[in-house]
């Protein structure tokens, strides 16, 4: 024991210790505000740390171009934070071992890996370990910038997570060519659907000020390979292709090249009415083909790498080709022929329904596209949601996927938690991406999984494309809580290889974001894995959908009914009464099963065969139908209600035991979500517990609480300021 006091001559020890311990503190007190996202760069672990240093402490690096600049910059700043010293960077190898970066044409060094590279592509790099004139060394070599700046943040993550080096070897091309976030971010900065504060973009001070963030939100994207972002609502407003507006546009699209990433923008289908003053958009007219052909010469006269156009037409009231009588391959053919001479796409979104139509929405975008395929131009994708309905909780996989084997599909995931509980709810989506990408479609056989007919392999198309909603806003942490920073990160990671695996995603992602001890990293995974599948449980298990409370979708509404549309109403998902629940989407009802290939089509249809997760999406079932666990199909609707909270309630546990161990702000932050979590999923359970007992007059199971209040206190509720949906 050290004394705590001293005598004159002896040194200070309370003192040094003392001063020690604040030292350890301060280094340890890094600002953990979540704002470094998984890029935090902390320290080695001891034991690997000298073996890191000769590795990593000499850097061949080019210098010439922007690419190789941030290239250079990122692995100062990783190697800094890593290995506590700076790196020293050359521009030609030392004497010491070196990790040697480049391309063929930017680093002598690397014209001996030409053959090794081939068949990366584009983006793909080379990292590994290499014997140089006798001496160890570390290796990056790509075809070009891009591709050396991804190999330097996959060496930082292996860093990160703790991996050894020794007989590195890792070859790498993403198999998605487009990996784009689409911001829903309008020029006032409100976000639509957006829960993480207001836009990132500030359209009033660009393109003068050019906030550090820009930057460092690039940098965040190239670090998992998404290389486009659209930065404006898909409800569009035309004023982003203004001029004024335009010359916003290129400050970010040169912040953000370096990075690899391209600027595509929404386009609000009537501009040529309301920014060229036509009196028209129908896309037959040769003045409105002019006024595209002119507006995309004027944006690549700007940004000779803008990405082309997303569209989202005729859907939800936005202008389209069906206002002149013409079909969505016309409307986006249109807008294809105008970019394509300076290389753009158009990304045209199947996200319809009609206005009027009282069809099974989930039929309608299937019934309105396929009949398209093939007449699409070669650089439009269509671009389709995950589900046929709306980002729910769970949704079967969308009928699109390989029914139209002659157009490009582009996947559209929702990152922003819409419908699963804003930003406060704990629910990582790496699970729902996963079970999406590998259902299987069966279009042309079994393994015709949704991954591949995305990637354009299973119809051999080269053009390929996967987007996200983007959950980003100027909020500290980015993504309006900690954990929601894991859906951003998990969906760059399955845009460039769609077959990994949630749960590996995850566990990079925790020894990044949180801590590489094993244990903490098992506990924080674990928690993660079951998380979507809690919130399904206590918002919509069994395949119920779309139950959200009206508009801002801020909680339950199972009895929303009437208002201007059936199918914003939850009546008409649900379709509740005294003898059971469900939609009946099969060969008897309404069909929706027979869009699907019929092996997929036969195990919808029977109810002996559908998976019990999507049972109420297929079928209208009778509240006493005997369910796989033995119990009748109410009781495990609560079962499930509950079981949903349960899963909350042990989150708060592990993470409680995480304390100490988790720097204190992110614990705090956390715990405090988790807190709001509880809550709203105990509300979620009541109020559909009381909403569907009051329809079938059904007894609790013996072991169920009943709800606290009555049906009534609930419907009463009301949450005016929801964000995400009005202003
Ligand atoms: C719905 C959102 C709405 C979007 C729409 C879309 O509620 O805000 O505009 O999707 O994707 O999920 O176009």
Request: glycine fraction near 10%.
């Amino acid at each position: 024991m050290l004394p705590l006091t001293s005598r004159r001559s002896d040194p200070p020890w309370g003192l040094l210790v003392g001063l020690l311990a604040l030292l350890l503190c301060v280094a340890d007190a890094r600002a953990e505000d979540g704002y470094d996202v998984w890029m935090r760069y902390v320290h080695a672990d001891p034991a690997r740390l000298d073996g890191y240093r000769v590795r990593l402490g000499d850097v061949v690096a080019p210098d010439a171009t922007q690419t190789q600049r941030a290239a250079r910059d990122e692995l100062r700043r990783g190697l800094t934070g890593f290995l506590g010293t700076a790196p020293r960077l050359h521009v030609a190898p030392p004497a010491a071992r070196a990790l040697l970066i480049g391309t063929p044409e930017s680093s002598p060094w690397i014209l001996p890996f030409r053959q090794e590279i081939e068949g990366l592509g584009e983006e793909g790099f080379l990292l590994r370990e290499v014997r140089i004139d006798g001496r160890d060394a570390l290796v990056i070599a790509a075809h070009r910038d891009i591709g050396v700046l991804y190999g330097v943040f996959h060496l930082l993550r292996l860093l990160q997570t703790g991996t050894s080096l020794d007989g590195l070897h890792v070859r790498e091309a993403p198999r998605i060519k487009l990996r784009v976030l689409n911001h829903w971010d309008n020029l006032d900065r409100y976000v639509e659907r957006g829960y993480a504060g207001r836009s990132l973009w500030d359209w009033q001070t660009l393109p003068d000020w050019e906030d550090p963030r820009y930057t460092d939100y690039a940098r965040a994207n190239a670090s998992i390979g998404i290389n486009g972002a659209v930065l404006n609502n898909v409800n569009a407003d035309a004023l982003s292709l203004s001029p004024r507006y335009l010359r916003k546009a290129v400050a970010l699209a040169d912040l953000f090249r370096p990075y690899g990433i391209r600027v595509y923008l929404s386009a609000r289908f009537s501009a040529p009415i309301e920014l060229g003053g036509l009196a028209t958009a129908d896309p037959r007219d040769p003045g409105v083909q002019r006024w595209w052909r002119e507006k995309a010469d004027e944006i690549y006269a700007l940004i000779p790498d803008f990405g082309g156009f997303l569209v989202k037409a005729n859907s939800e009231g936005q202008p389209g080709p069906q206002d002149y009588g013409r079909t969505h391959a016309e409307g986006a053919n249109l807008l294809a022929d105008a970019v394509r001479p300076h290389g753009g796409v158009v990304m045209w979104r199947a996200f319809v329904y009609a206005h009027e139509v009282p069809e099974d929405r989930a039929k309608q975008a299937y019934n309105e596209f396929v009949g398209l395929d093939g007449n699409f131009h070669d650089n439009v994708l269509v671009q389709v949601k995950n589900g046929p309905v709306d980002f729910q909780p769970r949704e079967p996989f969308h009928p699109l996927f390989g029914a139209m084997p002659r157009t490009p599909l582009m996947m559209e995931f929702q990152i922003t938690k819409e419908y699963l509980g804003f930003a406060t709810h704990l629910v990582y989506l790496g699970p729902l991406y996963e079970e999406v990408l590998r259902a299987d479609t069966h279009a042309r056989g079994s393994g015709s999984t949704v991954a591949r007919v995305i990637e354009g392999s299973l119809e051999g198309h080269a053009l390929s494309g996967i987007a996200g909603v983007a959950n980003i806003g100027d909020d500290r942490t980015w993504s309006g809580s900690h954990f929601d920073q894991a859906n951003w990160y998990a969906f760059g990671r399955l845009a460039w290889n769609p077959h990994q695996s949630a749960r590996d995603i995850a566990t990079d992602w925790v020894a990044m974001t949180f801590s590489r001890a094993p244990d903490v990293v098992a506990s924080v995974v674990g928690m993660m894995m079951g998380s979507r599948e809690a919130a399904v449980d206590y918002m919509t298990p069994l395949g119920l959908h779309h139950l959200m409370a009206r508009g801002h979708h801020y909680g339950p509404g199972p009895w929303v009914d009437g208002g201007p549309r059936a199918d914003w109403t939850s009546v008409y998902y649900h379709r509740a009464n005294r003898h059971g629940v469900g939609f009946d989407r099969t060969s008897r009802g309404s069909g929706s099963v027979s869009q699907y290939a019929p092996p997929v089509a036969r195990t919808f249809d029977d109810i002996g065969q559908v998976p019990e997760n999507l049972l109420l999406w297929f079928h209208r079932v009778p509240w006493q139908h005997r369910m796989g666990s033995g119990r009748p199909l109410w009781n495990e609707l609560v079962h499930r209600y509950t079981r949903g909270v349960s899963y909350v309630e042990a989150m708060q546990a592990t993470w409680d035991g995480l304390r100490g161990r988790v720097d204190a702000p992110r614990h705090q932050h956390v715990a405090a979500f988790l807190r709001i979590q509880r809550d709203e999923a105990q509300w979620w359970r009541d109020a559909s517990v009381a909403y569907f007992q009051s329809i079938n007059g059904l007894a609790l199971p013996a072991d169920e609480a009943p709800p606290p209040h009555p049906l009534a206190y609930y419907q009463a509720l009301q949450s005016p300021y929801a964000p995400g949906d009005g202003r």
